[in-house]
């Protein structure tokens, strides 16, 4: 019977720093290539919400049309994430990573050419279709790439891309509409797609035919116990208390960051009256505190891994500390200074993404690496129907009230929730064996 090992035996072994210390760094290359990644898939996501004050005078939007938008942009996605991991598992990481990229960077161009609402919600159907394959892809790579141990250091680091994409949206997509029209940022920003396309071709492979993965590196990488490859069907996944730990987590999270992502700029304006050009350094403070805790919400697991913790214990704490510092975001729509609002979503930010890194790791701590982009899929999917129902709820609250307080407060309260339900589905965060 082939299995993962128990995730309590982690921390036996060699010490970890005198080990890595002796074998190569090419995995770190990959990751930064994954960063990347991200980093454009969040800019293709975000152009819209950046530039939502804009289209609505232009093109005549209510706010239940944006929120249509972005419902459309969340169906896809939660189509794609369910069709896009599993054919990532069936292609392989890198064709499979490299023709989602293609998909989504079209899509996002294309909004370029659109002039009425259905028109947009075309592009955006397409756009949440092709992206759907960045978290799988990325996570997949991560499993081959790199051993448990520093899965979930790695994971916050290429994660840090969903930040630093929402940071330069915001600096680039006003210069480029005051230049050259709102439509020359969506060609623009979906054109970067094409150079990164060169960069994944020529660096990625799997790390056994990698010649830049040196002998001393593949046996660090696969230190842990092998697994004879094998595909998962998505209904040997569904029956495990596992895999729903992971689905209702991301059903309740992942919601929350596409508020901040599609309305945190309309909240700013709205709220405390910031022009399009005066948008860039509030959510740039916002991504840089949400980039430091992507990483160190992955290094807090890590480093009680190194120290002997479990790695239940370790990921739940980490997931803790997060959910306890999302709570202040409450109060954000009551506050009347916008940089204290500003920090109090930042923390919000951060503590999302050290939590999301986590949730995101502990697939690859109980399922085999040949599951792990379908199970991600599948809590992709979910996060996504999430989005959906916030995008309506979201829309329809502003249209009635103009007030953010309700959005806020079921900000705050998502992440305690879901990490009690994560922990009551998996209390020791077992293996699945799928044999």
């Known amino acids: 019977m082939n299995s993962m090992p128990e995730p309590e035996t982690f921390a036996a072994g060699p010490p970890r720093q005198a080990l890595s210390s002796t074998v190569g760094k090419f995995r770190w290359v990959i990751c930064a290539v994954l960063l990347l990644g991200v980093t454009k898939n969040y800019m293709d996501r975000q152009v819209i919400a950046v530039l939502k004050g804009t289209l609505q005078h232009d093109l005549g939007w209510s706010e239940i049309d944006y929120g249509n938008l972005v419902f459309t942009f969340q169906l896809a996605y939660a189509a794609g994430l369910l069709l896009v991991g599993r054919l990532i598992d069936l292609l392989g990481t890198r064709l499979g990573y490299a023709l989602s990229m293609i998909a989504w960077s079209l899509a996002s161009m294309a909004h370029g050419f659109m002039t009425a609402l259905n028109g947009f919600l075309a592009a955006r159907f397409a756009l949440g279709f092709g992206e759907a394959g960045v978290f799988p892809a990325s996570i997949k790579a991560v499993a081959e790439w790199f051993p448990k141990k520093e899965r979930a250091f790695a994971t916050g680091i290429f994660n840090a891309g969903s930040n630093i994409g929402a940071i330069l949206t915001p600096l680039l997509v006003p210069w480029i509409t005051v230049h050259w029209g709102w439509r020359a940022a969506f060609f623009i920003v979906g054109g970067i797609g094409i150079a990164w396309l060169f960069g994944w071709l020529a660096v990625y492979r799997s790390p056994e035919v990698h010649p830049h993965c040196s002998p001393a590196e593949l046996a660090y990488i696969r230190s842990d116990p092998s697994e004879a490859p094998r595909k998962i069907p998505w209904l040997r996944l569904l029956p495990h208390r596992q895999s729903w730990a992971f689905i209702f987590g991301k059903f309740l999270t992942d919601p929350i960051w596409w508020f901040y992502l599609f309305w945190v700029p309309d909240f700013l304006q709205r709220q405390h009256g910031l022009a ?4 860039g350094p509030p959510i740039v403070v916002i991504y840089l505190m949400a980039d430091i805790g992507s990483i ?41 200074s916008t940089w204290s609002a500003v920090f109090v979503i930042g923390l919000a930010a951060a503590a999302h993404q050290g939590f999301s890194a986590n949730i995101f790791t502990i697939t690859s701590d109980m399922f085999p690496a040949q599951a792990v982009a379908s ?61």
């Open 276 to 279: 399009l050009l005066q948008l």
């Open 375 to 435: 199970i991600v899929g599948l809590g992709g999917m979910a996060g996504a129907i999430g989005g959906m129902l916030i995008a309506k709820l979201v829309a329809h609250i502003l249209q009635l009230t103009g007030s953010y307080i309700v959005p806020f407060a079921i900000a705050g309260s998502a992440y305690l929730l879901a990490l009690l339900i994560i922990h009551g589905l998996a209390p020791r965060l077992d293996p699945v064996s799928l044999d």
């Open 296 to 336: 160190g919400g992955g290094w807090i697991s890590s480093h009680l891994i190194h120290r002997g913790v479990s790695v239940n214990v370790s990921r739940k704490t980490a997931m803790l500390i997060c959910a306890l510092s999302v709570l202040p975001i409450v109060f954000a729509p009551r506050l009347a």
